[in-house]
Nanobody, 117 residues
């Protein structure tokens, strides 16, 4: 599975960003796609994820100001984040998790998001 992510860059505090990520290759229909982020000196943490059957999970830090969605035909996930703050600055990684026949993670190369005025 290959992941092609876009978006990222510089954003203003209070602004918004949209991060799409498309998966291609040998994709089993039962899977989960999402975004993780890693700030300098910190571990990589989940931002939001969505399964192919629509189960969604958000990190507490983005809940209420973020929306994750997906297009199962295009195998593309979209993360919309609003009310950005400098604390959202991190490298964002797209993740594709195969859930069947066995669990396996694929990662995108990462895209830097900087929130600064």
């Amino acid at each position: 599975v290959q992941l092609q992510a876009s978006g990222g860059g510089l954003a203003q505090p209070g602004g918004s960003l949209r991060l799409p990520c498309a998966a291609s290759g040998s994709i089993f229909s039962f899977n989960e796609m999402g975004w993780y982020r890693q700030a300098p000196g910190k571990q990589r943490d989940l931002v939001a994820s969505i399964t192919s059957v629509g189960l969604i999970n958000y990190a507490d830090s983005v809940k209420g100001r973020s929306t994750i969605s997906r297009d199962n035909v295009k195998n593309t996930v979209y993360l919309q984040m609003n009310s950005l703050s400098p604390e959202d600055t991190a490298v964002y990684y797209c993740n594709f998790r195969q859930l069947w026949p066995k669990e396996y993670d694929y990662w995108g190369q990462g895209t830097l998001v900087t929130v600064s005025s």
